[in-house]
């Protein structure tokens, strides 16, 4: 007797196999370089960082947008230029950046809301940092023939 899959559960595995295989390239070192990078040098962050939460709620939103950046990397590979790509996950990408933006806003002393705007470009930069990377490498990967 045979087990009946359906093509959406083949789907799910198949990206968690790709998901795992992309997420062995970057280091918990590189995530807290970069963290510190955009969030520690900014008076506006670095007392938010201090807190181990805040910290791990950076980690979470980079590790979504680098395996959205690789996920949409195979457009890339297929000619298609970046801007084009990003205008695909454009919706992703943006919910991306408000939650860490409203996160760091929550968990601010308050004097977040007077700089929100120069807050809000660092965490778009942050992600679009990692959406970046993800996207190279994603697109070394396809290269290589390893997705």
Same mark, same amino acid.
């Given at each position: 007797?045979?087990?009946?899959?359906?093509?959406? *559960?083949?789907?799910?595995?198949?990206?968690?196999?790709?998901?795992?295989?992309?997420?062995? *390239?970057?280091?918990?070192?590189?995530?807290?370089?970069?963290?510190? #990078?955009?969030?520690?040098?900014?008076?506006?962050?670095?007392?938010?960082?201090? #807190?181990?939460?805040? &910290?791990?709620?950076?980690?979470?939103?980079?590790?979504?947008?680098?395996?959205?950046?690789?996920?949409?990397?195979?457009?890339?590979?297929?000619?298609?230029?970046?801007?084009?790509?990003?205008?695909?996950?454009?919706?992703?990408?943006?919910?991306?950046?408000?939650?860490?933006?409203?996160?760091?806003?929550?968990?601010?002393?308050?004097?977040?809301?007077?700089?929100?705007?120069?807050?809000?470009?660092?965490?778009? #930069?942050?992600?679009?940092?990692?959406?970046?990377?993800?996207?190279?490498?994603? &697109?070394?990967?396809?290269?290589?023939?390893?997705?």
């Amino acid at each position: 007797m045979n087990v009946v899959t359906t093509f959406n *559960e083949k789907r799910k595995e198949k990206q968690l196999k790709y998901e795992k295989s992309v997420l062995r *390239e970057i280091s918990l070192k590189a995530l807290k370089e970069r963290v510190t #990078q955009f969030f520690g040098s900014s008076d506006l962050t670095s007392s938010l960082i201090l #807190q181990s939460g805040v &910290e791990e709620a950076c980690y979470d939103v980079a590790i979504e947008a680098y395996l959205l950046g690789a996920h949409f990397s195979r457009f890339g590979y297929y000619g298609e230029d970046i801007e084009n790509v990003k205008n695909r996950c454009r919706k992703e990408e943006k919910h991306l950046m408000d939650t860490l933006y409203n996160f760091l806003l929550y968990w601010g002393k308050g004097n977040e809301g007077i700089y929100s705007e120069s807050l809000y470009y660092l965490c778009e #930069q942050y992600v679009d940092s990692w959406w970046m990377e993800g996207f190279r490498k994603g &697109e070394r990967r396809h290269k290589l023939r390893l997705h």
